[in-house]
């Protein structure tokens, strides 16, 4: 994911410290993770590219008072959460906070196993494992996306998604249950073509 | 090693597996070949791990942006803050983090030149051939500095025995160019859509405010940039050959103001930020009076600290509760800086080192 090998904490010390290009370079590096973060949580493009926009305006604004980031990434996109939570609230008095919705109200169409079922054999196998992680609920979907794919601790997926520490582990291990269940089979097809 | 992994989730929760699965290398494939042929049990497990760790990459990526995106969001964030400037009203609650930062970005770079060997140089002559456009050259044969009108409105006060070169009409390109060879005081024209660059040895100068003087005379062993007024962020250039040895602070600069220099060596390629050796008063063709007052008279510490960070537009850190008690009652109007410093130290019973560009004020305050 980094090729660059200054990191991340330079960058924020330098950016603390004033330096302009260091804010850029920082910006540069995070800025299509943040986006493709961000749409999750709501697929308003052009709002989140104003979250992204206002999170870094703030950060340069206040950068003598921020503190030592012990990590860059967990302070960019749990802010960015936040503040795209905060705006679609101001958007929607009196729509419900996502963050409250019961699992079960949350969209899911088919089941993965009614959807398998239904898919031709020789499908490709890729785009059936994307269809069912779009198709785990949103909660699920994020914290394994969180923990997997950006590297957080479940310490720190908590801290993101506000909700205990057990909780982020729960999420993960139930995506992963579904998951690894209808990839074994899958995988077992395809075995024969990876080794 | 001892690889307990049983399931798709053992591999998964595993950082190495997911270092391995995004950015493979020699080595990690290696161990992991190796692995599979010592638990071929495992295969498929392993297979499944991998599997979904590429496709939440591939959702990732699915939800990535454009670079015309990224550009155009950028540049309203450059444009609000330049729009409304940055007040900084705070002053450093933190001061004792800031310090030990501080300490450990001086650690670090120390820690890097240490292993690091002359690198090659770039001149004037290579500089110039960067350009792709046709160069007007001007070179100072006399004995006295003159100036150089550019068609941007910008000026150059170029000094003896130096040159530069630039492109005669600015409007068709991006940005503007300068190339110099000795030294030369440049006051820069506003124009935020074309920035305007000063390309000297091996220092490239980008211009964000007004003015500034550059010195990098071919035999010299340093280049040395001092900003006037306005900000200026000076890096190595790009063309530097060998640039793994040199640290990223290098390559992505640092940002200077008014007061402050930047001197790059051009052995270890190391670039320094520093006070300028007499700092002046901002704003100087205001009459002192009017713009600071440096009398005092039963001064809060903090005030006359601020006082003098405003006047020079140099960081002062220190302590504001510390300081709480302390007040000072004198006239500095007259005085330099190092030497109003001195002075305000002395009653406060402090003491002031410079670090970095700042000024780190410490002692253990005052007692009524």
Known sequence: MKSNFETDERLWQATRLGSELAFEALYRRYFQILVSYGKRIHPNEAMVNDAIQDLFIDIWRTRHSLGQAESVKFYLMSSLRRRILRLLKSDLPFSEEWDELPEQALPMEDSPETLFAEEEENALQNEKLNKWLEQLPPRQYEALLLRYFHNFEYVEIAGILNIKEQTARNLVQKALYILRKLAIVLIIMVLGFIF | MNYPHHSASDFMEDTHFRQWVYQPDADSDSFWEEYQQKYPEKKQELAIARQ???????????????????????????????????????????????????????????????????????????????????????????????????????????????????????????????????????????????????????????????????????????????????????????????????????????????????????????????????????????????????????????????????????????????????????????????????????????SYQILDAQIIISGKGCHL
């Open chain 2, 52 to 350: 979904l760790l590429l496709n939440l990459q591939q959702q990732v990526q699915s939800g990535f942006s454009t670079k015309a995106v990224e550009d155009a969001v950028f540049q309203n964030i450059q444009q609000e803050l330049e729009t409304k400037p940055i007040v900084s009203t705070q002053l450093f609650p933190h001061w004792v983090r800031w310090a030990a930062a501080a300490a450990v970005v001086l650690l670090g770079i120390t820690w890097v030149f240490w292993s690091q060997k002359p690198t090659h140089y770039l001149s004037y002559e290579i500089n110039r051939q960067q350009s792709q456009n046709t160069l007007v050259e001007k070179s100072n044969l006399t004995s006295k500095p003159f100036v150089v009108s550019l068609a941007d409105g910008s000026s150059v006060l170029l000094s003896p025995q130096s040159k530069i070169s630039y492109c005669e009409d600015f409007d068709t390109h991006d940005k503007r160019e300068v190339f110099l060879s000795g030294e030369a005081f440049f006051e820069v024209a506003k124009n935020a859509q074309k920035p305007f660059y000063v390309y000297a040895n091996e220092l490239v100068t980008k211009v964000l405010g007004t003015s500034f003087n550059v010195r990098a005379f071919p035999e010299d062993k340093n280049v040395v940039v001092k900003v006037h007024t306005g900000r200026v962020a000076v890096a190595v250039a790009d063309k530097i050959a060998d640039k793994q040895k040199i640290t990223a602070r290098e390559l992505d600069g640092i940002v200077l103001l008014p007061n402050q220099q930047a001197v790059l060596s051009r052995d270890e390629f190391r670039l320094v930020k520093s006070l300028v050796e007499n700092p002046s008063l901002l704003s100087s063709n205001t009459p002192i009076s009017l713009s600071h007052s440096f009398e005092f008279e039963s001064a809060r510490a903090s005030d006359v600290f601020k006082a003098v960070e405003e006047a020079y537009g140099i960081d002062i850190v220190f302590d504001e509760e510390v300081f709480a008690n302390c007040l000072f009652t004198a006239n500095l109007t007259d005085e330099p800086l190092y030497e109003k410093l001195n002075i305000i130290c002395k009653s406060i019973e402090a």
